[in-house]
C-alpha cells in the first residue's frame, strides 16, 4: 500500500447522502471470503454540532459490490463521561471489534473526543458470514 495506490483506489458511491460523510476505520476477512468494514458515518446537525455513529457494510472483493452500510453503535449505547467541547458530545468514532464468538463483539470507540470506551454488542458480521 503507497500513495499510488490510494490515490487510484476506486470509491463506494451511493454509502452517503450529500449532508453526510465518514469512511472505513477497521477490515475484517470473513469466513465467506467477503469482507467486513468496521466504519463511521457523521453529519453536522442545524446548530453545528457534530454527530457520529459507528456502522459496518460487507464488501465482496471478488464482484466490487457492497452492501448498504448498518448502524452499530451511537453515543448513548456507551456509558456518560466527559466531551472534549458541547458539539463533540454526540460522537463515537469506530476505533476496532473484537468478535468473540457466540454472536457477540466487543466495539472499541473514541468517545466525544475525551476517551476510549468499549461495548458488548452482538457481532454485526454475523449476518454476512451466513449469507
Not at 476496532?96 to 454472536?103: A, C, K
Request: glycine share 10%; net charge negative; charged share 30%.
Amino acid at each position: 500500500m503507497n500513495a499510488e495506490c490510494l490515490q487510484e483506489a476506486e470509491l463506494l458511491e451511493h454509502q452517503f447522502i450529500p449532508e453526510e460523510w465518514g469512511g472505513a476505520n477497521e477490515l475484517h476477512r470473513l469466513a465467506c471470503g467477503k469482507v467486513g468494514v468496521l466504519s463511521h458515518i457523521a453529519r453536522f446537525d442545524e446548530k453545528g454540532s457534530r454527530h457520529y455513529y459507528s456502522t459496518v457494510f460487507c464488501f465482496d472483493p471478488e464482484t466490487g459490490k457492497y452492501s448498504p452500510m448498518k448502524l452499530i453503535a451511537e453515543r448513548k449505547d456507551f456509558q456518560p463521561g466527559p466531551c472534549k467541547r458541547p458539539d463533540l458530545e454526540d460522537v463515537i468514532f469506530s476505533g476496532g471489534i473484537v468478535r468473540l464468538g457466540g454472536g457477540k463483539a466487543e466495539l472499541y470507540c473514541g468517545v466525544s473526543d475525551a476517551e476510549g470506551q468499549k461495548a458488548l454488542i452482538d457481532d454485526p458480521f454475523d449476518e454476512y458470514e451466513n449469507k
